[in-house]
């Protein structure tokens, strides 16, 4: 499995735009569907927005139109740009990928590779 590494997170004001990055440590190939999670106590792990083998990406009704996924293949490097940020907005983001090709929709047992996770607090 790749491994990621996620940063990015941290204490945010309400309505700040911070990114989280994500680095894979080791190259892949461009079909590789990822994206991020995001979890708080208590619940379930939530998708937040994921792209496929084919480059469709989905985003969670609630961040929508709020956040945005970009990736650049060649510094095997994933962002989530984060914008108008809530207070509902405060969890742990993960990083995920697979090397399986698959189409949306994904679900978290579509990705074989998780990241540790980084804490984003709305205030």
């Known amino acids: 499995h790749v491994q990621l590494v996620e940063s990015g997170g941290g204490s945010a004001q309400a309505g700040g735009s911070p990114r989280l990055t994500c680095v894979l440590t080791?190259?892949?190939?461009?079909?590789?569907?990822m994206g991020w999670y995001r979890q708080t106590t208590g619940k379930e792990r939530e998708e937040v927005a994921v792209?496929?083998?084919?480059?469709?990406?989905t985003y969670a009704d609630s961040v929508k139109g709020r956040f945005a996924l970009s990736q650049d293949n060649a510094e095997n490097t994933l962002y989530l740009q984060m914008n108008s940020l809530k207070p509902e907005d405060t969890a742990m983001y993960y990083c995920?990928?697979?090397?399986?090709?698959?189409?949306?929709?994904?679900?978290?047992?579509?990705?074989?590779?998780w990241g540790q996770g980084t804490q984003v607090t709305v205030s």
């Open positions: 995920a990928a697979t090397g399986y090709y698959t189409n949306l929709p994904l679900t978290p047992s579509t990705f074989g590779s």
């Open positions: 080791e190259s892949h190939n461009v079909d590789y569907c």
């Open positions: 792209t496929d083998a084919d480059g469709e990406t």
